[in-house]
């Protein structure tokens, strides 16, 4: 176990520096000078620039100045948003309500996928489960700020069931609907997911020799066929949590959920680039750092997974 | 040996060397049968595949030729007097809040995000055929470079990184940067889908045949691994082409797509979000556009995956 964990984080290390060195370059690559862009149509003092550009590091060369930056990412240090405000602070205040948002959505899409997509593949080729099939499919091709829009249209202006966006301190009640529209892609994909892997467990011997000896259905089901069907489920939907937390821009944005995801979009929509990338790297490392986590839980779970290469 | 080619009727020996005609005379090549005459056959039975091709048909023709399907020009003609107005006889989809009509800014819209999904499509497909290829057949170090290379893009969601290129290459936006900034990170589900297929391609038989006899490995690859593991590149591509559409749509929603003058589904939602209380016909109609054509596209993976997957057809 020790030597998976050990192989696992060495792992990560490459693709750790590969994301950042990416985003960085990237950065590096825009076209302009940053500092004359801080002046407007002001023609600065060539002595304050000289200044502003060794404080920045900006005369150093560009590997120089990654390596700065790494090292301000391991001590905490995002850089400031556009408002003059720490990163970090910015985040410390709005990922609990990202978590909080994105627990709820994975909720949903596990709940909601695992039943429909039971009955589903049980009562496979009946109306239920082609209905079923062509609705996750229309879900599945559907932008998800289409998917907003119509659920703010539908259930905030027509029927007035939830508020069309997310008052302050985002209170559960009004996170309800933003999280269905966060889970609503992943949970067609889940549903489907596990119609397929439970028509494929139904189909086993096991299977047939319960109903041989005798068994309800009502004992089949749930022990026999669900819980083995359940390994790719559990997978996709853990992988899941991440992309749920960072997949969270747009529907937080037009939810206006006070979460991370709506701070990158207000810093997108206002063009502030500089932003935009300290965001957009948070986000790609707690990407990172959730799907290490899942690797290493799956680990310990299921002793297959430490073996393979 | 005789240089009369072998006929595909009999395997043993020559028809006229053996008086067992009935027994060898098996006849082989009566019904011809590959995994793609199989797909082939398949699909066709299937209504889903009739639906999307036809939606797919649809949509290109009115790509290439959109002034066959409206005479109303979509932005000189536009009045502000019409603002966010209701359908009339003329303009059968109502106007957007510049006054223009929305029907026909949808029709001349296609183009835009028909070829963003066509160019990402075939970037995606050229890197990931080449890294996936060359990491599945070849191995070893090569493998463990293309592969840890995927990895750190596969690690960056797409739709952020496109965010930042878009950010970054604010002063050139158009279609093909816009494709660009999509599908250099959108590649690796492709190489990683081939490589796993190469793997397994690579153990069969007429492989080792092949090497057997001393054909190169570029030629091994080529002639006979690639062909037989492109299947689920292809359906991999057919989604990913759906898919590139929403990430065009996302990024003009967002602003930080496609320039206002350019005309796309994407920016037409993006300007039509705040009239969604008083004008939502401006909303619904380009977003309903968007999901038909990116639906079209699924749905023909969907269609090409059961097809070519056998395990797949099962449990249908």
Known sequence: ?309 | MSNKPLSPTHFVAPLEETPLVAIDAVNVGERKSNLWIDAWRDMRRRPMFWVSAVIILLVVVVALAPNLFTSVPPNSDCQLSNSNGAPTGEHILGFTKQGCDVFSRIVHGTSTSLSVGIIVTILTSVLGILFGAFAGFYGGWLDAVLSRAGDIFFSIPYILAAVVIMSVFSAYRNVFVISLAIGIFAWPSTARVLRAEILRVKQSDYVMAAQAVGVSNLKILMRHVLPNSIAPVIVVTTISLGAAIVAEATLSFLGVGLPNSTMSWGNDISAAQVDLRNAPQTLIYPSLALSITVLAFIMMGEVVRDALDPKARAQR
């Open chain 1, 1 to 309: 176990m020790a030597g998976y964990i050990l192989r696992r984080l060495l792992q990560a290390i490459p693709v750790l520096l590969g994301t950042t060195f990416l985003i960085y370059f990237m950065v590096f690559a825009m076209p302009g000078d940053p500092l004359l862009a801080l002046f407007g149509d002001k023609t600065p003092n060539p002595a304050l620039l000289e200044r502003l550009r060794q404080e920045y590091h900006l005369d150093q060369p560009f590997i120089v100045q990654y390596f700065l930056y790494l090292g301000g990412i391991f001590r905490g240090d995002f850089g400031t948003s556009f408002s003059g405000e720490a990163v970090s602070d910015i985040l410390a205040r709005t990922f609990p309500v990202t978590i909080r948002l994105a627990i709820l959505a994975l909720i949903i899409e596990f709940v909601g996928g695992v039943l429909i997509g039971l009955y589903s593949g049980l009562r496979k080729g009946k109306l239920f489960d082609g209905t079923a099939l062509i609705v996750s499919l229309v879900f599945i091709s559907l932008p998800i700020f289409v998917i907003a829009f119509v659920g703010q249209y539908v259930f905030g202006i027509q029927l007035g069931w939830a508020r069309t966006t997310v008052s302050t301190g985002a209170p559960i009640q009004d996170l309800i609907l933003p999280a269905f529209v966060l889970a609503s892609i992943s949970l067609a994909q889940l549903i489907r997911l596990t119609r397929a892997s439970v028509i494929e467990t139904a189909g086993l011997d096991f299977v047939r020799t319960a109903y041989g000896k005798g068994l309800s259905r009502r004992r089949i089901i749930p022990v026999h066929i669900l819980r083995n069907s359940l390994i790719p489920v559990v997978t996709y939907a853990a992988t899941d949590f991440g992309v749920l937390l960072v997949g969270a821009t747009v529907t937080e944005g037009i939810f206006n959920v006070p979460g991370v995801g709506r701070t990158l979009y207000q810093a997108i929509i206002r063009g502030e680039g500089p932003t935009v990338v300290s965001f957009v790297t948070v986000m790609v490392l707690i990407y990172l750092v959730v799907n290490l986590v899942v690797d290493l839980l799956y680990g310990l779970l299921d002793p297959r997974i430490r073996y393979v290469k």
